[in-house]
């Protein structure tokens, strides 16, 4: 009996499968945090100290030097809204965005319908479509201000086809904004362009095969099946084109500068003026911090939407 007992207790000493498992998962999650160990100290370096510090200096009176002078709390938020040139640099980003993301979005969807089909020649279509994602954004932007010149090839073009233009399209108040679009979706098409042809190429034959069995035509079966199916991809490339869209600066700062009178100033241009150029870090910080907040409750309605449209299977 004694010996049994004994037998019992030793076999008792070994690990459970549950504890297996446990074990198993801290290790794993170890692991992890072992390689996340050596980017976290440039992450909390260069995003979260540089945030928390704008946020501090959002609700501070901040000398040219950098210093803060006084603490004022929210009174900087409710000075900068009464700025008429901040209040117009909000009126032109969401202007800005409303035009840019649906071009964003279905400009390079399209493109990746038409190269998924296996024709000949298709494989230049893919080179030539993804061009855009290896030009850098000043290179694209000095090629686009040659060709949107009053005497650049765009109103060559449109004089050959009886359409007299004689337009400064980065010039003039009207064309200026929906000119940076243009040249903004030219500069991004070609990353979502790969994305989408790798999402729509990963929809199951069998079930595109199915739909042309009952007679679906290329739309319908696009509609119903191609699209619903890459709604993940779409999410994240409409989250994508709405952060690009909300803090666009690039194409402003090298084409116009905020020109004709305002109508290209953007948010993140705004920042940059009033910030760095003029070192007025107070308004800076604060006009920042507005920039992220509404880039935030634009994805928050976005995230609210992914619950209802996203389909993951």
């Not at 207790?9 to 504890?19: D, G, R």
């Not at 929906?178 to 069998?206: C, E, H, K, Y």
Request: hydrophobic share 50%; with cysteine; charged share 10%.
């Amino acid at each position: 009996m004694t010996s049994f007992t004994s037998a019992t207790k030793k076999t008792n000493t070994f690990p459970s499968l549950a504890q297996l498992a446990r074990r198993r998962k801290r290790i794993q999650t170890l692991k992890a945090y072992l390689f996340l160990a050596p980017i976290i100290p440039f992450i909390l370096a260069f995003d979260y100290f540089p945030f928390i510090r704008t946020f501090i200096y959002s609700l501070s009176t901040v000398n040219s030097r950098g210093e803060i002078v006084d603490f004022v709390g929210l009174q900087n938020y409710i000075n900068i809204l009464s700025r008429k040139d901040f209040v117009n640099s909000i009126l032109v980003t969401l202007k800005f965005t409303a035009m840019y993301v649906p071009l964003a979005i279905i400009c390079p969807l399209l493109l990746a319908l038409i190269a998924s089909q296996k024709k000949p020649f298709s494989n230049v279509y893919q080179l030539l479509y993804s061009i855009p994602m290896a030009v850098s954004m000043a290179a694209t932007c000095l090629i686009f201000e040659h060709l949107l010149t009053r005497n650049g090839l765009l109103n060559y073009i449109l004089n050959l086809l009886g359409v007299a233009s004689d337009i400064n399209w980065l010039g003039d108040s009207t064309w200026a904004l929906p000119s940076l679009v243009l040249i903004s979706v030219w500069t991004m098409m070609g990353f979502d362009f790969m994305l989408l042809l790798a999402a729509v190429r990963n929809v199951p034959q069998d079930l595109s095969e199915s739909a042309v069995i009952d007679g679906a035509g290329y739309w319908t079966k696009t509609l119903k099946i191609t699209i619903p199916m890459i709604t993940p991809t779409l999410f994240y490339v409409v989250c994508t084109q709405i952060i690009v869209g909300l803090t666009t600066v690039g194409p402003v700062m090298i084409l116009t500068q905020g020109n004709p009178l305002g109508h290209t100033s953007t948010l993140i241009y705004y920042v940059y003026t009033s910030g760095f150029r003029s070192l007025n870090y107070t308004i800076g910080s604060t006009a920042s911090i507005c920039a992220f907040l509404l880039t935030l409750v634009f994805l928050l309605i976005n995230f609210l939407y992914e619950k209802r449209g996203v389909v993951y299977e």
